[in-house]
């Protein structure tokens, strides 16, 4: 019997597979722009506040007097420097050196309340401040229309003492709340304004804007009450009779080193 020859069986080679390290290749462009992203993110609320600015809004033509109300939104008040300073161009500027015109700031109005309970940070800082010096001094009360009107006159009058030289109160009247009317807002804003006047013995002044005054509130309050207009535009409100107007929010004052304020020019 013929037999076979054998031959041992080899092993199967085993064969290391190395995984593949995939490289990214990062374009440097890519990378620009998300760090382009990333500036404009941190920079953007300095920009929108004006914080940079060295110059904002234009003045009306043969604005001469000016207003700027304060609240807990400005802080780097120089109380002693606050001038408008108006450029070639006829904007607010902070560069002495390129003024065409330097005007003082003959009144400055400083939010004193909001609703029923809330008093505004800022407050007592920037009324002992503004005392102290020689401007025309004025507090305004931000009012709620879902709260209750005599609460909020009561809140107002313990928290803000008029000198005799003060300006007189201010109502700012510039929100409705979901479901009030018209009519609703009125009586309210009536019931504070009379007794705001009741107590300081002087008619207050109304704040709102241009279509709020000529739009929602009635002939009661816009008729009888010194009326301060905000219309951002170099043209005066269409609401008449005005005393003053707030023309922009976005103005530089010299002296005010925290971004944009709110600039009015008051009736000549």
């Known amino acids: ?32 722009g998300g760090l382009l992203l990333l500036a404009a993110g941190i920079l953007y609320p300095y920009v929108r506040t004006g914080r940079f600015a060295s110059t904002g809004a234009r003045i009306p033509d043969g604005a001469r007097r000016f207003c700027v109300d304060l609240s807990h939104h400005n802080d780097g008040i120089v109380w002693d420097s606050l001038r408008v300073v108006v450029d070639r161009s006829g904007r607010t500027s902070k560069d002495l050196l390129r003024a065409k015109g330097i005007f003082p700031v003959s009144t400055v109005i400083i939010k004193a309340t909001e609703g029923e309970r809330m008093v505004d940070k800022r407050f007592s ?93 009635s002939p009661e309050i816009t008729a009888h009450y010194p009326m301060w207009i905000a219309r951002y535009n170099r043209k005066e409100p269409r609401f008449s009779g005005w005393t003053m107007w707030q023309f922009t929010d976005q103005a530089v004052l010299y002296g005010a080193n925290g971004g944009y304020v709110d600039l009015s020019v008051i009736k000549q």
């Open 125 to 217: 800082a920037f009324w002992d401040e503004a005392g102290k010096r020689e401007f025309t001094r004025g507090a305004y009360h931000f009012f709620r229309s879902s709260k209750d009107p005599h609460r909020q006159a009561a809140h107002f009058i313990s928290t803000v003492h008029l000198r005799h030289r003060d300006l007189a109160p201010v109502l700012d009247i510039e929100t409705i709340h979901a479901g009030c009317t018209h009519e609703e807002l009125n009586r309210k804003a009536l019931v504070w304004l009379q007794e705001v006047e009741k107590h300081y013995g002087r008619k207050p002044i109304v704040y709102t804007s241009d279509s709020f005054a000529r739009d929602i509130l």
């Open 1 to 32: 019997m013929a037999t076979k020859k054998l031959t041992p069986k080899k092993g199967k080679k085993r064969t290391s597979r190395r995984k593949k390290v995939r490289k990214w290749k990062v374009s440097p462009w890519l990378v620009a």
